[in-house]
């Protein structure tokens, strides 16, 4: 084993402002109320969200909101709710706590913006994820979903992007390029979250300093997975783990340098134990 390995940890790495607010706000409707309930987990880290349960704050899925009475508490998560669910929130009578990333509020009033003006609205981003089926549903029926340049739908001559905010900027730059072949009048908000793109790119900087990256965060975080698939992009050894619970030690073996990034729904104290136990094994910081 390599007495000497180098731990490098990404300055970013971790909560980003979105989540570190919504996280926040959880634990503080939690001490001034017995019970709250949040629409789907608040932020996509399993041990985040059992800390918060610990603390009276427990998910639920959108079918149990029938079950909820008048006056209970309910927190929406950091990705927002689609406007259909909104309404049947507020036609209950509940106490909304609205967590949605501010970034993500504005990516839905821009959404809804081009609708009301008549565009077509274009989203950018992954169909199965909680923040574009909510943007979607602000983008109206005419709205399209895509992922990549390989636009399958018919657009009409008047086009309105809006984007996921954890996408990259290349996905956006591909897809308004193939877009312009289609559309005579093309607007573009960039609504792709500041910390996302400085995060990817931090990441690229620190692996290509390093032998080996860890990545730690939720395997059901989108930003997370995101940072893994850009690290193997480029050829390093990379492990994607949520706690440190995960770390083999012979992973480390042969090697001098290991860098630490991770994804934004992930906290400092997890990070920390990471970092601690591949300092145990055998590194120094």
């Known amino acids: 084993m390599n007495n000497y390995l180098d731990i490098k940890v990404a300055k970013r790495a971790g909560f980003c402002f979105g989540v570190k607010r919504a ?40 079918i149990d909101i029938n079950k909820l009475k008048e006056g209970d508490t309910i927190i929406i998560r950091t990705h927002g709710i689609s406007l259909k669910i909104f309404k049947e929130l507020e036609k209950k009578k509940l106490n909304i706590i609205d967590a949605t ?3 993500v509020k504005k990516a839905q009033e821009y959404a809804s913006l081009l609708r009301e003006k008549g565009y077509q609205v274009m989203i950018v981003g992954d169909k199965d994820h909680p923040e574009v089926k909510g943007l979607m549903s602000y983008a109206g029926e005419n709205a399209v979903l895509v992922k990549s340049e390989k636009i399958k739908v018919k657009l009409t001559k008047k086009v309105g992007i809006v984007v996921q905010t954890t996408q990259t900027k290349d996905l956006l730059k591909q897809i308004v390029n193939k877009t312009l072949d289609n559309a005579k ?5 960039n609504t792709i979250c500041d910390s996302t ?13 390093v ?31 949520e706690t440190s619970k995960e770390i083999n030690k012979n992973w480390l073996k042969n090697i001098k340098s290991v860098g630490i990034t991770a994804g934004a729904s992930t906290p400092d104290w997890i990070i920390d134990e990471v970092k601690n136990c591949i300092k145990d094994i055998g590194g120094k910081v």
């Open 185 to 189: 009048e093309l607007v573009i908000y």
């Open 23 to 62: 996280v926040e706000m959880a634990f503080n409707c939690a001490n001034e109320r017995s019970i709250v309930y949040s629409l789907g987990p608040i932020i996509h880290n399993p041990q985040v969200v059992e800390k918060l349960m610990s603390h009276g704050v427990y998910p639920i899925d959108e």
């Open 101 to 103: 990333c501010p970034f």
């Open 197 to 209: 793109y400085l995060r990817l790119k931090e990441t690229v900087s620190l692996a290509n300093r």
């Open 211 to 241: 032998d080996k990256m860890f990545v730690v965060g939720g395997k059901n975080s989108a930003n997370t997975t995101q940072l893994t698939k850009l690290c193997i992009s480029k050829k390093i050894p990379t492990y994607h783990i």
